[in-house]
T-cell receptor, first 113, second 115 residues
Framework: QKEVEQNSGPLSVPEGAIASLNCTYSDRGSQSFFWYRQYSGKSPELIMFIYSNGDKEDGRFTAQLNKASQYVSLLIRDSQPSDSATYLCAVNPLSGGSYIPTFGRGTSLIVHP | ETGVTQSPTHLIKTRGQQVTLRCSSQSGHNTVSWYQQALGQGPQFIFQYYREEENGRGNFPPRFSGLQFPNYSSELNVNALELDDSALYLC??????????????FGEGSRLTVL
């Protein structure tokens, strides 16, 4: 079973703070890593992807990958109430010759004014 | 550019019935994946289709089946519905199926309630 683990939260942070979301995965063969945001009642939307060890920054978002530790994280700087959502981590383990995006259960983030 | 569309958006069925959910992939995308998302859970992979062939399958029983058509649209069929099948069914399209696939474009989902 190829697993992706996330703390379900909720993670509550004040407006303007840094929110740190974490994810671990079990399959060392995973090649790519994704963060999706899902607002309540809506479908997931991709916000970041990362393929190589290290940090990748995009605006207020930074994705961090450590393949040796099988760990990927998402930092949200200057958090805004509009960032309140569930954040889904997804990885791409190789399964039966195909790469199948596999999701964690998501972490609920609440940004309070 | 046309996004991913799913139909119906909501439906109610009773135990033992059958349901067909439909998905039109984003223009130019040849891969469609179906996910089941129960309340408070992450999306669970059902299966993926690439150029009309099943390309991978998750841990779902055979009563979950699918099709992909030449225009890359897709159907998910569920037979002998059970109460636990109540969930949001998400269709996602992507450009390719390789190692970097994961940039999935989701439709708004079909909310299925089984009574």
């Amino acid at each position: 079973q190829k697993e992706v683990e996330q703390n379900s939260g909720p993670l509550s942070v004040p407006e303007g703070a840094i929110a740190s979301l974490n994810c671990t995965y079990s399959d060392r063969g995973s090649q790519s890593f994704f963060w999706y945001r899902q607002y309540s009642g809506k479908s997931p939307e991709l916000i970041m992807f990362i393929y190589s060890n290290g940090d990748k920054e995009d605006g207020r978002f930074t994705a961090q990958l450590n393949k040796a530790s099988q760990y990927v994280s998402l930092l949200i700087r200057d958090s805004q109430p509009s960032d309140s959502a569930t954040y889904l981590c997804a990885v791409n383990p190789l399964s039966g010759g195909s790469y199948i995006p596999t999701f964690g259960r998501g972490t609920s983030l609440i940004v309070h004014p | 550019e046309t996004g991913v569309t799913q139909s119906p958006t909501h439906l109610i069925k009773t135990r033992g019935q059958q349901v067909t959910l439909r998905c039109s992939s984003q223009s130019g995308h040849n891969t469609v994946s179906w996910y089941q998302q129960a309340l408070g859970q992450g999306p669970q992979f059902i299966f993926q289709y690439y150029r009309e062939e099943e390309n991978g399958r998750g841990n779902f029983p055979p009563r979950f089946s699918g099709l992909q058509f030449p225009n890359y649209s897709s159907e998910l069929n569920v037979n002998a519905l059970e109460l636990d099948d109540s969930a949001l069914y998400l269709c996602a399209s992507s450009l390719e199926r390789g190692a970097n696939t994961g940039e999935l474009f989701f439709g708004e989902g079909s909310r299925l309630t089984v009574l």
